[in-house]
């Protein structure tokens, strides 16, 4: 890490570790957290600085990018060299530091694997390597963390490996973005890894069952671990959301804290929006999104007609998602007069059930499908719609809910996870309970039944919605406690 100014002596430093920073490269909503967080917690006076994997896909030039001169080696099987780059968290003077190396970090794409649940060995490698990239670096850097703090099972190895090295420095927190992905690493990784010594007791343990869990070696490890809502963070101590690790949550559940994600209100403001063709505040409430509507039901060749409900759908195609009782509901949605859009890429399966649709369906201009990854069009698809759907079976938090609410777009959501810590019935959107394609088209009439310009219910919901504060403001400071306790727990480890 490079010198920082002078007078911030007092100040906490925290190192966020991560796979994904937005805009720099982004997948999913993981992005989006490790991208907006670190600028709430600068402002509440916190040193915070983060670093990802050197990727080709990062823009170099677009982001100014630039070499630190700095190189370090890592024992990865042979010894690997790693050169760091740093920029700016955009609007911010948040460093980000990405880590390069030809062989493990800075080839092919972001995630190897098309499952979003299933990482590929060679994946599992990339990340393993970050990790002990991550440990090497701050080794090297003048500057030590207080705090090491990573994300998800890409960068669960950092804190064991933190623990077994000489750096007592540093306390460590564990956030779960999303438990159904745990990065399960061929035992073979072990000897890359170098960590088989008396201090590694965990990594015996996981060992025994012949592959090593990522995920579970950061939630083992850590200090303390959190995960992105309350609701979530009860749910995985159960059988039916804790995908195996129930039971080893439960053993730290008085260190397992859940907070609330936010989103960053400069960029998700209707009033501001460069992306979309008419922007509009709580002022003008869902008239003002009427032009938008008419835009984008022309853009996509939908039936042009204000007067009808039109549901958005911003997602990655996983199962994980509820498309497939969306799927199931879908003829029943589009019988109630609505129009339906959804965007998104994912599991191929999907993608080819909804290309299916749209040629089914190309006739009635209620329904379209886009698959693929377009920023620019999500927020275009927020400001048009009147309702957002969001199906999940589990959610972690979820994002798109609560961009959706702040674009005036009440959301349509299942019960569970941070779903149900955002959204509240008939309030702010609609929510609906049990995980089937008959509970689903019940919501939805229910809400295409109160939609209506001048409907004053709709437009009471739509103000509350629009107003609703999740931004990352409320859970910065959170996070600082978070840190802070877990600076507490390691002092008491090490006295
Ligand atoms: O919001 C960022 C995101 C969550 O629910 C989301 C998910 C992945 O599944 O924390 O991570």
């Known amino acids: 890490m490079g010198k920082s100014g002078k007078s911030k002596k007092k100040k906490l430093k925290v190192l ?21 967080l670190p600028k709430a917690l600068e402002k509440i006076n ?5 670093v ?18 700095s190189k370090f080696k890592v024992k990865f099987g042979r010894a690997e060299e790693v050169g760091v780059y740093e920029s ?17 970090l800075s080839g092919g794409g972001v995630y190897f694997s098309k499952d979003a649940f299933v990482s590929s060995q060679e994946e599992i490698r990339r990340f393993a390597f970050f990790s002990k990239a991550v ?3 701050i080794k090297v850097s003048e500057r030590k963390p207080d705090v090491v703090h990573c994300n998800d099972w890409h960068t669960g190895l950092v804190p064991g490996l933190i623990k077994s090295s000489k750096l007592g420095h540093s306390a460590t927190v564990f956030t779960i973005h999303n438990l159904a992905n745990q990065g399960f690493a061929e035992l073979s990784i072990l000897k890359n890894l170098n960590s088989i010594t008396p201090e590694s007791e965990l990594i015996r343990w996981d060992a025994e069952d012949d592959n090593l869990d990522l995920m579970l070696q950061g939630v083992t490890a850590a200090d303390v671990v959190s995960t992105v809502s309350p609701s979530y963070a009860k749910e995985i101590l159960t059988p039916e959301f804790g995908e195996g690790l129930h039971q080893v949550l439960k053993a730290r559940e008085a260190r397992l804290f859940g907070i609330l994600n936010g989103i960053d209100y400069q960029i998700w403001n209707p009033e501001m929006d460069q992306k979309i063709e008419f922007n509009y505040g709580l002022k ?10 008419i835009y984008l039901q022309k853009e996509l060749g939908l039936t042009v007609n204000p007067e009808v409900p039109l549901i958005g759908v911003v997602t990655r195609l996983a199962e994980q998602k509820g498309i497939d009782i969306l799927l199931e509901a879908l003829k029943g949605i589009l019988a109630f007069g609505a129009q ?6 994912g599991d191929p399966k999907i993608e080819k059930e909804l290309r299916i649709k749209n040629e089914e369906l190309r006739e009635k201009g209620s329904f379209k499908a886009i698959i693929r990854f377009d920023e620019e069009l999500a927020h275009r698809i927020y400001a048009a719609s009147d309702l957002f759907l969001m199906p999940s079976k589990f959610e972690p938090c979820g994002l798109v809910q609560i961009i959706a609410m702040r674009y005036g777009a009440l959301p349509i959501v299942r019960e569970t996870g941070g779903l149900k810590d955002t959204v509240e019935d008939a309030k702010t959107g609609f929510v609906f309970r049990e995980y089937s394609a008959e509970a689903l088209l019940e919501v939805v009439e229910r809400a295409a039944g109160r939609f209506g310009v001048e409907n004053i219910e709709f437009r009471q919901m739509i103000s509350r919605a629009m107003q609703a ?16 306790r877990a600076l507490e727990y390691k002092n008491l480890q090490s006295a």
């Open 16 to 36: 966020i570790a991560a796979s994904e920073c937005a805009p720099f490269v982004k997948v999913g909503g993981l992005a989006d957290v490790v991208g907006s």
């Open 46 to 50: 916190v040193d915070v600085r983060v």
């Open 52 to 69: 990802i994997p050197y990727y080709k896909e990062v823009q170099s030039s677009k982001f100014k990018v630039q070499s630190c001169n």
């Open 88 to 104: 700016r968290l955009p609007g911010s003077e948040v460093p980000i530091y990405f880590l390069e190396n030809q062989k493990y």
């Open 135 to 137: 440990v090497e670096f």
């Open 284 to 293: 003008e409430g869902p008239a003002g999104k009427v032009g938008n509507k």
């Open 340 to 345: 339906l859009v959804i965007l998104g890429v």
């Open 469 to 484: 504060d999740f931004s990352w403001e409320r859970s910065a400071g959170e996070y600082l406690q978070l840190y802070q």
